[in-house]
C-alpha cells in the first residue's frame, strides 16, 4: 500500500462518524534513536499547506516499522496551541555553548538518559531544578518543545496511537489499547463495504503455534518398597 490508501481509509472512516482528522499530525517510521524528523517516511492524515510540498510520496516496505498517530476531531480539524505549559521535549542536533551551569548539568543528564528521544519533565527527580536549566536549552533550540495541540473551535479531540510492524503475512499492531465498539454508541456508522471489511480484519500479535501441554500419567501399578 502507498501512504494514500492509508489516508482514505482514515478519512473515509473519518467522515463516516462526521469527524476530521486534526491538521499536520504525523504518523512514521520509526527505527532505533530515530523520531519523526528524522525520517522522509512519513504520513499526514491531513496535511498542512507546507506539508504538502514537503512531505513525499513512500510506499510501505516489509520488515518496517511505524509509530501510528491518529488525532480526529468533530471540529474543523483546524490546530491551535493549547494554553497550557508543555512538559515533553526532544533533543535537536543543533550545537551551543550553554552558559548557564543548571542548564549544562540539565542537558547532560537529557543526552546520556534520553538521547534523541522525548521526554517529560517528570523524569527527573529535582523538576524544580530541571525547569531552571531548560530554559536556556530551549531558547538556542537545543531542545524542541512538543506543545498541547487542539481544536480551533474548541471542539474534543481523540488521540489514538499505537506502533505496526510490516511483516510478510500482514500487519502486527504491538502496543496500543484494544478498542471495544460495544464499550461506545453511536447514531452514525461506516456503510463503505471495503472500509468495513478492513477493521474486521485483525491486527494484533498472533501467537505461534502454542504446544500443548500434554499431561503424563503413570499408568503402572504402584509398587511397595520392601
Partial sequence: ??????????????????????????SYQIKRYQ????????????????????????EFAVHEVYAMDVFVTPGTGK???????????????????????????????VCNRFTLMPFTLRAFEEETKAKMGLKECVTHELLQAYPVQQDATGQPVAQFKFTVLVVPNGNIRINGGIFDPATCKSEHKI??????????????????????KVLCVDTTASRTLR
Fill in 1 to 26: 500500500w502507498r501512504k494514500w490508501h492509508r489516508r482514505v481509509s482514515t478519512q473515509s472512516t473519518g467522515d463516516s462518524y462526521k469527524c476530521t482528522p486534526l491538521e499536520g499530525m504525523l
Fill in 35 to 58: 523520531t519523526e524528523a528524522d525520517t522522509d517516511k512519513q504520513i499526514v492524515l491531513n496535511p498542512s499547506e507546507i506539508q504538502k510540498k514537503e512531505v513525499k510520496d513512500m
Fill in 79 to 109: 490546530t491551535k496551541e493549547y494554553n497550557s505549559n508543555t512538559t515533553v521535549y526532544r533533543r535537536t542536533e543543533e550545537i551551543y555553548q550553554l552558559k548557564m551551569k543548571a542548564s549544562r548539568a540539565f542537558y547532560s543528564d
Fill in 191 to 212: 456503510e463503505d463495504k471495503e472500509i468495513v471489511e478492513l477493521l474486521a480484519q485483525s491486527a494484533n500479535r498472533k501467537t505461534a503455534n502454542k504446544k500443548k
